[in-house]
């Protein structure tokens, strides 16, 4: 079968450092994805790994470890306007390739 | 570029009728996916094409067909709906081969009664 693990929820303060993880067994891996949803809004597309090592887009980032089926996602100086869902999914294969999403992260920023 | 547009926005439909949830894209994506979303479920994959003229199951598709006629029209229905169908819908499209990104249209809020 195919599972994404990630946790149900997180939560931080402004301006901190907050790392999402995801582990995933699945029959085919070709990369990694991460996705943001706010609350009743679409998803969208926030960075992906193919290869082992970090990602780095402004504040967020986000690291693969094939051989450990392990990635996550790491957001740094939070602000208010990141709280929201945050999801990983894997491509299985190259060329035409669904994704297989995990149930998502909930990350609630505070003051 | 309106990218993704997905029509109704919401819609409150009676157990058994029949429902097309449509989706338009105007990026001239090849692939184009129909996912259902419920709390604490995720995205789940309902049906997708990777060019026009083919389409696939994904891992909830029963209850649901879809037809790619076109490069930009890819709908989505509910042949006799029920209760268990009730969510939001999202369709999403990308270029294809090796791509690694999808876009998302707003979605559908679908409530069968």
């Known amino acids: 079968g195919q599972s994404l693990e990630q946790p149900s929820e997180v939560t931080a303060v402004e301006g901190a450092i907050v790392q999402i993880n995801c582990t995933y067994q699945?029959?085919?891996?070709?990369?990694l994805s991460w996705y943001q949803q706010h609350d009743g809004g679409a998803p969208t597309f926030l960075s992906y790994n193919a290869l082992d090592g970090l990602e780095e887009t402004g504040r967020f980032s986000s690291f693969l470890s094939r051989s450990d089926s392990y990635g996550y996602l790491l957001l740094q100086e939070l602000q208010m306007k990141d709280s929201a869902s945050y999801f990983c999914?894997?491509?299985?294969?190259?060329?035409?390739?669904?994704?297989?999403f995990g149930k998502g992260t909930m990350l609630l920023v505070s003051p | 570029i309106a990218g993704i547009t997905q029509a109704p926005t919401s819609q409150i439909l009676a157990a058994g009728r029949r429902m097309t949830l449509r989706c338009t894209q105007d990026?001239?994506?090849?692939?184009m996916y129909w996912y259902r979303q419920d709390l604490g479920l995720g995205l789940r994959l309902i049906h997708y094409?990777?060019?026009?003229?083919?389409?696939g199951k994904g891992e909830v598709p029963d209850g649901y067909s879809v037809s790619r006629a076109n490069t930009d029209d890819f709908p989505l229905t509910l042949a006799s709906a029920v209760p268990s169908q009730t969510s939001v819908y999202f369709c999403?499209?990308?270029?294809?081969?090796?791509?690694?990104?999808?876009?998302f249209g707003p979605g559908t809020r679908l409530t069968v009664l």
């Open positions: 094409s990777n060019t026009a003229g083919t389409t």
């Open positions: 990026m001239r994506h090849n692939a």
């Open positions: 699945t029959s085919g891996f070709y990369g």
């Open positions: 999914a894997v491509m299985e294969n190259s060329g035409y390739s669904t994704l297989t």
């Open positions: 999403a499209s990308s270029e294809g081969k090796d791509t690694d990104t999808q876009y």
